[in-house]
C-alpha cells in the first residue's frame, strides 16, 4: 500500500477489497497505528448479553477488540465476500451486504455497532447512519473511527495497482449527517505530533 499517484484505476469497494483478501492482514498493523485502541474505552463495561455489529468489518481487524466483551451475538457485515471469509472467528455472523442499501436486520436489534475505515467509501451517509440507528436498541452506541485521508490509498496486487472508490467526507460533515439522524455525539480526535489524524465518534441514540 501507498499513497498519491495520478491515472490509476479505480475500483468499487466490492471489487478492490476482495482483490486484496489475501493479503489485507499484512496492513493491520498499519491500521491499527492510526487509532492505538482508544476507542475500546468508550465500549460497554459490565454489560451481559450484548449484541454486537461490526459494520465493514472486512477481515475481522476489530475482532481482538471486541472479542472480549463475549457477546451474546457478534455479526460481520462487510461488501466484500472474499474479504469476510478471511475472518478469523468461525462462530461469528458473517453477512455480506452493502452498507449503502437498507439493512438485513430489524429494527432495535444491536446494543452496539462499530465502523472503522469505512465512511470514506459511503457516499451516502446520511441513509448508512439512518439505517444504524434503525437497528440499534434504544440509547445504545455507535462508534465510528475516521482518518483524515489527505492522500489516497493506492493499493497494489501482483503487478496491478489501484485505488479503492472514495469519499473525502468532512469531520463537520459527518458531525452534522449524525446530529440529524438524531444521535448524540462525542468526538475525540487523535493526534501524532501536534496533528489531527483520526477521530473517535461515539454516538448514542438519543
Not at 468508550?42 to 465493514?56: R, V
Not at 475482532?63 to 474479504?83: E, G, H, N, T
Not at 493499493?155 to 452534522?176: A, S, T
Amino acid at each position: 500500500m501507498s499513497y498519491n499517484q495520478k491515472h490509476i484505476l479505480i475500483h468499487d469497494p466490492e471489487t478492490g477489497y476482495n482483490s486484496i483478501a489475501d493479503q489485507y492482514r499484512s496492513y493491520h498493523k498499519h491500521l491499527d497505528s492510526f487509532e492505538k485502541g482508544v476507542f475500546v474505552r468508550f465500549l460497554p463495561k459490565d454489560n451481559k448479553d450484548l449484541e454486537i455489529i461490526d459494520l465493514g468489518a472486512g477481515d475481522g481487524r476489530l475482532y481482538k477488540f471486541l472479542a472480549p466483551l463475549k457477546p451474546s451475538r457478534y455479526v460481520a457485515c462487510d461488501i466484500a465476500q472474499q474479504l469476510l471469509k478471511k475472518h478469523p472467528s468461525t462462530t461469528v455472523e458473517k453477512v455480506v451486504c452493502d452498507l449503502e442499501d437498507t439493512l438485513p436486520f430489524d429494527d432495535n436489534s444491536f446494543d452496539v455497532a462499530t465502523s472503522f475505515f469505512v465512511l470514506e467509501h459511503i457516499e451516502d451517509i446520511d441513509s448508512m447512519f439512518w439505517e444504524v440507528y434503525r437497528i440499534l436498541k434504544t440509547a445504545w452506541i455507535l462508534i465510528i473511527g475516521h482518518f483524515i485521508q489527505r492522500r489516497e490509498f493506492v493499493w497494489k496486487k501482483d503487478k496491478d495497482q489501484f485505488r479503492i472508490k472514495f469519499f473525502n467526507h468532512r469531520i463537520q460533515d459527518i458531525e452534522k449527517s449524525l446530529i440529524k439522524n438524531f444521535f448524540d455525539l462525542h468526538v475525540v480526535p487523535i493526534r501524532e505530533e501536534g496533528i489531527t489524524i483520526w477521530h473517535i465518534l461515539v454516538c448514542r441514540k438519543a
